[in-house]
């Protein structure tokens, strides 16, 4: 990015968190922020966690109100390395909105969250409404490949936990798995394969 436009961005950055200390306008301001077309990830990074907004910002994500949804949840992907904590508490709110989310590049945002979790991870009441999802999703030749992907992944994640689902698993990708990309389906041929291999070495 040129370094005149890159210094506008902070500047404008700037400009929202001085606003930020009107509590009223917070949510407003963020909604303005993470609307705009072009926005610094790591300026986002340091607004989200220096202000410690992760409740408007969840409360934005997860609206259906695009683009601003779409973009929040992208850039509240990079907080969660340094505060995974914090987006389980989260979870049983997103498993909960998935189903009315409309955009495939938005959705895939929102499971990118659950990919290095494991199942103890998830709130109980709400495992089986993600599971069923991320099958739907998987199955759904109208989705996107990374998409697609990304449900497979936390798919897996109930499989290591419960290896009886493995041959389910292997089914619905069999049936599905000419309808994906190239790459989409050597990787997830490849993680259904190491997922197979430590259940047979485990037994």
Same mark, same amino acid.
């Given at each position: ?11 404008h950055l700037k400009a ?13 301001n963020l909604k303005a ?66 189903? $009315?989310?409309? =955009?495939?590049?938005?959705? #895939? ?10 199942? &103890? *991870?998830? !709130? ?15 199955? $759904?030749?109208? =989705?996107?490949?990374?998409? #697609? ?10 499989? &290591? *936990?419960? !290896? ?35 259940i047979l070495n485990e037994?």
């Amino acid at each position: 990015m040129p370094w005149k436009l890159k210094n506008c961005f902070k500047l404008h950055l700037k400009a929202v968190w001085d606003n930020m200390t009107d509590t009223d306008n917070t949510y407003q301001n963020l909604k303005a922020y993470f609307g705009k077309r072009h926005f610094e990830k790591s300026d986002a990074v340091d607004l989200v966690q220096n202000g410690n907004y992760y409740d408007q910002c969840f409360d934005l994500a997860l609206s259906n109100e695009q683009p601003v949804a779409w973009h929040t949840a992208w850039a509240l992907s990079a907080c969660q390395d340094n505060h995974p904590e914090k987006f389980r508490n989260y979870f049983p709110r997103i498993i909960r909105a998935l189903p $009315d989310m409309q =955009k495939d590049g938005h959705i #895939r945002e929102l499971l990118k969250y659950f990919r290095h979790s494991k199942l &103890e *991870d998830f !709130p109980e009441n709400e495992r089986g409404m993600l599971f069923d999802f991320c099958i739907s999703v998987f199955e $759904d030749s109208r =989705k996107q490949p990374g998409l #697609r992907s990304n449900a497979l992944q936390v798919i897996l994640i109930f499989v &290591e *936990d419960e !290896p009886d689902l493995l041959g389910e698993v292997q089914a619905i990708f069999e049936l599905s798995k000419n309808q994906l990309s190239h790459g989409v389906r050597k990787s997830c041929e490849h993680r259904i394969n190491a997922i197979e291999t430590r259940i047979l070495n485990e037994d």
